[in-house]
């Protein structure tokens, strides 16, 4: 979030010294401009959650609104400074193209970004999984049994796979826990011994694949 509202400050801040009379206009456009970027942006890549979705204007307004303070206090305290020599207001007009060209360059890359982005994430859940799935195996080997697989900690000790938190171990037996675009669950009270589950946060958003093992089916599945 902070980085299309410093594009924004910066931008408004070259205007505002290129053009110091006309600041209130630059604060003006500024919001309206970012308003309607907001409103493209969102249209032009739209949230593929549902919940998300439904709250975007909520996201569009208040992006809005922390735009106003922010374009009219850097514009109020640079409207008394004035380039003047021709190099200077040179270099400060490629800075203002390149503020301007921001956008759209992000708006560009954005797809491919994801894509990168999901591929990571799949290839970190599968690690997960792997190792998860170890996890409960060597804990349910235990002299305890199946009642180890309810207790997070020992199946940290026996986890060797990319990391999870420390209040991950807690809850993810019987909760879902977040890692890296996936949610993971463990339920220890299945007929079976036990069953793990690994999806997406956000379909086609953070990942394409389904893990599961135990009472949810065996292997890997499709994202439903």
Not at 11 to 24: D, F, N, Q, V
Not at 77 to 90: F, M, P, Q, Y
Not at 183 to 199: K, L, P, Q, W
Not at 206 to 217: A, K, Q
Request: aromatic share 10%; hydrophobic share 45%.
């Amino acid at each position: 979030m902070w980085l299309p509202i410093g594009a924004v400050a910066l931008a408004i801040g070259i205007a505002t010294i290129l053009s110091p009379e006309r600041w209130l206009r630059f604060v003006i456009a500024s919001v309206g401009g970012s308003f309607l970027g907001l409103l493209i942006g969102y249209g032009t890549l739209p949230l593929t959650d549902n919940i998300e979705r439904a709250y975007s204007p909520i996201a569009v307004a208040e992006l809005t609104l922390i735009v106003v303070p922010v374009s009219f206090v850097v514009s109020f305290a640079l409207r008394g400074i004035v380039i003047r020599t021709g190099r200077s207001r040179r270099i400060a007009w490629v800075a203002m193209v390149c503020c301007m060209a921001l956008g759209p360059i992000v708006l560009a890359l954005t797809p491919a970004f994801v894509e990168l982005r999901m591929e990571r994430n799949d290839r970190l859940a599968a690690k997960r999984f792997t190792a998860l799935r170890f996890a409960v195996e060597q804990s349910k080997a235990e002299v305890d049994g199946p009642a180890r697989i309810c207790d997070g900690g020992a199946l940290r000790r026996h986890y060797s796979g990319p990391s999870f938190s420390d209040s991950d171990w807690r809850y993810i037996v019987g909760n879902a826990v977040k890692e890296d675009g996936y949610n993971f669950y463990v339920n220890c009270h299945e007929r079976d011994g036990y069953s793990i589950d690994a999806r997406p946060a956000r379909q086609k958003g953070d990942g394409t694949l389904h893990f599961c093992i135990g009472g949810t089916g065996n292997g890997k599945c499709d994202v439903p």
